[in-house]
Each structure stands twice: as C-alpha cells, then as structure tokens.
C-alpha cells in the first residue's frame, strides 16, 4: 500500500506534459490528454480493473461527451462499489 501511495504522489508530482501534441487517434483520444494520462496512471499506481475503470470515468467525465457527464460519473460509481464489495468478501 505505501508503494502505491509512492507511485500516485510521484506521478501527480512529477508527471510530464507532451512537448508536442500527438495526432489524435482511437487510441490517444482528445478526451484523454491531460498533464497526466489516465492510463498511465492506472498502470504506475498498479490499479486493478475495477478501480482502474473507475479513473477512466472520472477523467473523461466531461470531456468525452458533456451530454453525459452524470452518465459517466454513475458509471465510475458502479465500478467503485464493486471493488469495495470485492474488498469487504476478502475480509469476511
């Protein structure tokens, strides 16, 4: 856990902007750039699938579509719960 902590503080601290904007693509969409890239967060924090889809939806919420943003938040809601619910029948 103080891995991870260590991961995401020197990311969020240390993270770099492109000096050159990168052609958008299927894979590097517009309402994925920011100063750090969703996935390259999820992969150096070590997030699983779920808490790793819930980060996609919070950083595009907004962005991707502004239509649906509330639609994208539910959804990071959704994939967080299950991950706590997964979680707590570790502990059982």
């Known amino acids: 856990m103080a891995k991870r902590k260590d991961l995401m503080r020197s990311t969020l601290l240390h ?9 958008v693509t299927p894979i590097r969409p517009v309402h994925y750039r920011f100063s750090i890239e969703p996935i390259a967060a999820i ?3 070590q997030l699983g699938f779920c808490l790793g889809n819930t980060v996609k939806y919070i950083a595009r919420a907004g962005h991707k579509d502004s239509t649906k943003t509330v639609e994208d938040l539910k959804k ?17």
């Open 15 to 23: 993270g770099s902007t492109p000096k050159q904007p990168e052609p």
């Open 43 to 45: 992969e150096s924090w």
């Open 76 to 92: 990071a809601a959704w994939y967080l719960q299950r991950e706590i619910e997964r979680l707590e029948k570790g502990r059982a």
